[in-house]
């Protein structure tokens, strides 16, 4: 008889909840990211946040700032900075036409999901934002509210 060892759970989308809250989303992009060693088995196990991230476009090229990657448990050779910078791999098309967008009309890069595509690679989904006004939050709030009261006045009959 021998024993089965329990597979680990893997996560396939780490989302920025409060992203949709806090921002007004125009435009999505989807990016790589470069990350380092053993990186991709932390966030394979879904130990990853994008609260409180963002990114911003230096020289060129797009990073990504405060993305926490707890380091990997198994991991002897490096010790890797949980909330680096990392780089997004983008194409230098959509880093000017993101630049332009950016200083144009004063708006933000927001990073709203991490997921694994069919392949197997970490992709970064950036969403063009503008912050939200109190007043704004609280008409998203209203509406959120009247939506389920709708949903659940439809369930009823």
């Given at each position: 008889m021998s024993k089965q060892q329990a597979k680990p759970t893997y996560v396939s989308v780490i989302q920025n909840r409060k992203a949709r809250f806090e921002f007004e989303i125009f435009d999505t992009i989807v990016a790589g990211i470069e990350l380092l060693g053993s990186e991709v088995k932390s966030v394979r196990l879904g130990k990853a946040s994008l609260n409180e991230s963002y990114a911003m476009i230096h020289k060129g090229e797009v990073w990504l700032e405060n993305m926490q990657i707890t380091p990997y448990e198994l991991n002897t050779l490096d010790t890797l900075e949980a909330k680096r910078s990392r780089k997004l791999l983008l194409h230098k098309e959509q880093i000017r036409r993101l630049q332009s967008q950016i200083n144009e009309k004063g708006l933000t890069l927001i990073p709203l999901k991490a997921f694994f595509n069919p392949r197997g690679v970490l992709k970064v989904e950036l969403g063009i934002a503008k912050g939200k006004k109190?007043?704004?939050?609280?008409?998203?709030i209203k509406n959120r509210d009247a939506e389920r009261q709708?949903?659940?006045a439809r369930k009823q009959y």
């Amino acid at each position: 008889m021998s024993k089965q060892q329990a597979k680990p759970t893997y996560v396939s989308v780490i989302q920025n909840r409060k992203a949709r809250f806090e921002f007004e989303i125009f435009d999505t992009i989807v990016a790589g990211i470069e990350l380092l060693g053993s990186e991709v088995k932390s966030v394979r196990l879904g130990k990853a946040s994008l609260n409180e991230s963002y990114a911003m476009i230096h020289k060129g090229e797009v990073w990504l700032e405060n993305m926490q990657i707890t380091p990997y448990e198994l991991n002897t050779l490096d010790t890797l900075e949980a909330k680096r910078s990392r780089k997004l791999l983008l194409h230098k098309e959509q880093i000017r036409r993101l630049q332009s967008q950016i200083n144009e009309k004063g708006l933000t890069l927001i990073p709203l999901k991490a997921f694994f595509n069919p392949r197997g690679v970490l992709k970064v989904e950036l969403g063009i934002a503008k912050g939200k006004k109190l007043h704004d939050k609280r008409d998203t709030i209203k509406n959120r509210d009247a939506e389920r009261q709708l949903q659940q006045a439809r369930k009823q009959y």
